[in-house]
């Protein structure tokens, strides 16, 4: 019965075409591959959009009329998943385009192959709503995914990447290094669907310079077209142009070190920087949407920003990790008006979360913020200047452990805000 109500799913794309005409929605490509046993990542181009505003993804085994709405939808019963918010990275594009980073978790995978071994076709598909704002009816627009091993049909794309030092240390840890000497070799250990090119750059930022965002820590296949330009450049150290059989893990060899800038004291960032390349599978047709001329290349796309690597150069033993200390800003340093407040700190081992504190010159404390593990800077809001401009302020930052006790307390360190740019 479940083969037999799936086919007539199926059935119903065409049943139902002159609900699917009345769309002015369209996508492209319309099916893709996904990875059976794990995540897949595939880009997808929505247009014309119009006075339409996306709303959620949701993934399901079968569709049913929209009505009277426009389209298919999914049925509620067959729903496997929804497009969870930390993997939204859905973009408005060029001419009344829309962009959608489709990242399957692995648990949607697993659902609809647990449906087709209990007899439903091996396909499910993922249905992007749109919300008319002209208070017309609204438009479900699908895509359809067909199960497989995650190999050469499947859409090139990285769906895990971690970088770091070839070393004991713990993983994301900082590594100290002493002045004039290098640090550690560097490794990146990628995850991947598909085949095809991996091309792109190493990036190093130093210090002082305006860190990466999120939107520049992308890969470039993730971005619209017209925003493939717009991300944030350092200092390059090296490329990479190589070929990625279809196996799904490869270790990518980091830049030499000897290129790696030692001579400036302070936190330095390491960038992984991959480049958009030509892949059939996971191209997008404009012309065919109307929101544009040609073909969108998105080979090796990504649901996530690719994590940096940091090194401090210093006194001390090179290739040392760093225990827990404050970085920048230094030690009464001025931070100028109308520049943000940014706080970095090394990782110490074992930490589940951080506090960061900020108190003025009595020790009375004004803000208290609860970071990631991971997460190793702080921008401070825009009222804080506002608060205590032309005062003095301190800072510090705890490990705390499961229990959400303090592990390791830096020392308070001084800054001084000024009220008005120097001259």
């Known amino acids: 019965m479940r083969k037999i109500a799936s086919s007539l799913c199926l059935i119903l794309l ?11 929605i369209r996508v492209n ?27 959620e993804g949701t993934w399901c085994g079968e569709l049913i009329p929209a009505t009277p709405d426009n389209g298919l939808k999914c049925d509620p019963a067959t729903i496997f998943g929804s497009l969870p918010g930390r993997f939204n990275r859905s973009r408005s594009s060029g001419n009344l385009g829309f962009t959608d980073i489709m990242s399957i978790p692995p648990s949607v995978a697993r659902r609809a192959y647990q449906a087709a071994q209990a007899g439903s076709v091996s396909s499910f598909f993922y249905v992007r709503h749109f919300i008319n704002s002209a208070e017309g009816p609204d438009e479900y ?74 939107f520049d820590l992308l890969t470039e296949a993730t971005l619209p077209v017209e925003q493939r330009g717009q991300q ?22 980091g830049p030499d070190v000897t290129r790696l800038p030692t001579t400036l004291e302070g936190p330095y ?91 003025d010159q009595s020790g009375q404390v004004i803000l208290s913020a609860l970071l990631q593990p991971l997460t190793l800077n702080y921008r401070a809001p825009s009222w804080l200047r506002g608060t205590a401009a032309g005062a003095g302020l301190q800072w510090r930052v705890s490990a705390l452990d499961q229990t959400s006790a303090k592990t390791v307390e830096t020392p308070w360190r001084r800054l001084r805000l000024n009220a008005s740019p120097s001259r």
């Open 29 to 55: 490509p319309t099916g893709v591959n996904v990875n059976v046993s794990g995540s897949t990542t595939v880009f997808l181009t929505f247009g014309p959009v119009g006075n339409f505003r996306p709303a």
């Open 141 to 214: 627009v699908p895509v359809t995914c067909r199960l497989s091993g995650g190999g050469a049909r499947t859409p090139f794309a990285l769906t895990d990447v971690k970088v770091s030092f070839d070393t004991e240390a713990a993983e994301n840890a900082i590594v100290f290094v002493a002045p004039g000497r290098r640090p550690p070799a560097i490794k990146a250990r990628i995850v991947y669907n598909g085949t095809g090119r991996l091309r792109g750059r190493w990036e190093v930022v130093l210090p002082g310079e305006q860190p990466p965002e999120d």
């Open 269 to 359: 960032l390491v960038l992984l920087r991959v480049e958009a390349t030509d892949d059939k599978e996971a191209d997008s047709d404009l012309s065919a949407l109307g929101v544009g001329a040609g073909v969108v290349h998105s080979g090796a796309v990504a649901g996530f920003p690719i994590p940096v690597l940091r090194y401090f150069v210093g006194n001390g033993q090179a290739g040392d990790a760093i225990p827990l200390r404050l970085l920048t800003p230094a030690e009464n340093a001025p931070i100028e008006a109308g520049q943000p407040i940014d706080f970095n700190w090394t990782q110490a081992p074992g930490a589940a979360l951080y506090q960061l504190e900020i108190a």
């Open 232 to 253: 944030r450049r350092y200092t390059q150290i090296s490329r990479f142009n190589l070929f990625l059989p279809p196996t799904g893990k490869y270790t990518l060899a």
């Open 14 to 24: 065409s049943l139902f075409a002159p609900a699917a005409v009345a769309q002015t």
